[in-house]
C-alpha cells in the first residue's frame, strides 16, 4: 500500500530515493492552486520534474511545514500551516473519480 499526504490538490506520495539526475529548484512554492492560492513551503528540498499529467516533481521534507491560504491545522498570519512528515515524496496532483473517469482535484 502506498502512504500519501494530500494538502489540498498536491499529493505527497512517500518513495524510499530520489530518481538521479534531479536538479535543486531554489523556489518555495510547489505550484499555485487553481484560485491563485500559492502552495507553498518553508523546510526542505523541491525537485521539479513533470513525468506525467499527475506527476510533477519530488519534494525532501525536513522539519517542513505548508502553507496555503484554504488548508491546514494551524492559521499563521492569511495562511494557513499544515505539518509534513520528515521524508521523501513524488508530487503528484491529486485525483478523484467522477462518472467512472479520473480528473484532477480543483480546489
Known sequence: MTQAYRHGEIAFEVI??????????????????SHGHDHTFDKGELYYKEEDENIFGYFVAKNTKLYHEEHGDKKVG??????????????????????????QIID
Do not use: M, T, W
Open 78 to 103: 492569511k495562511l494557513k500551516e499544515a505539518k509534513l512528515p520528515n521524508g521523501i515524496y513524488r508530487l503528484r496532483r491529486s485525483v478523484e473519480v467522477v462518472n467512472d473517469q479520473l480528473k
Open 16 to 33: 524510499k530515493e530520489l530518481p538521479a539526475g534531479l536538479i535543486k529548484e531554489d523556489s518555495k512554492e510547489f505550484l499555485k492552486g
